[in-house]
């Protein structure tokens, strides 16, 4: 039997990437109303577990500032993602949609790192 030595950073990866999985495809099937075929599934998939990875490897290293700041980015992208969505019927808002989603992730992911160092070189810096 496989037990986890780390259960809880794996619980909350797991939950980042159901939900952020259920994000995308309300947001696309439903909000957008097109219809979805299984490359969409499957690059929902791979987006939703390689965030879910990457926070929870973040929470087992302890790097809770970068995976705070790294949730952050993709909570304010899924927001402009669905702003976008509703307000860019014209034809572009699915496109302009995913890649803000894609471009506030890579924002908290690199701002979270930034942060993190800043937050280390502090500690190991003072007197």
């Not at 995308?24 to 957008?32: A, D, E, Q, R």
């Not at 390689?50 to 993709?74: D, E, N, P, Q, R």
């Amino acid at each position: 039997m496989l037990i986890l030595k780390h259960r809880l950073p794996w619980l909350i990866g797991l939950g980042v990437a159901i939900i952020s999985f259920m994000l995308l495809y309300i947001g696309v099937s439903l909000v957008l109303n097109n219809d979805l075929t299984i490359q969409n599934i499957f690059a929902f998939l791979g987006f939703s577990i390689l965030a879910g990875i990457i926070v929870s490897l973040m929470l087992i290293y302890k790097f809770h500032i970068a995976a705070t700041i790294f949730m952050l980015g993709l909570t304010i992208g899924f927001i402009q993602m669905y702003q976008a969505f509703w307000d860019g019927m014209t034809g572009w808002g699915d496109l302009i949609g995913i890649l803000t989603l894609f471009i506030w992730s890579k924002i908290g992911l690199a701002l979270g790192f930034v942060m993190q160092f800043a937050y280390y070189l502090y500690k190991k810096l003072r007197p």
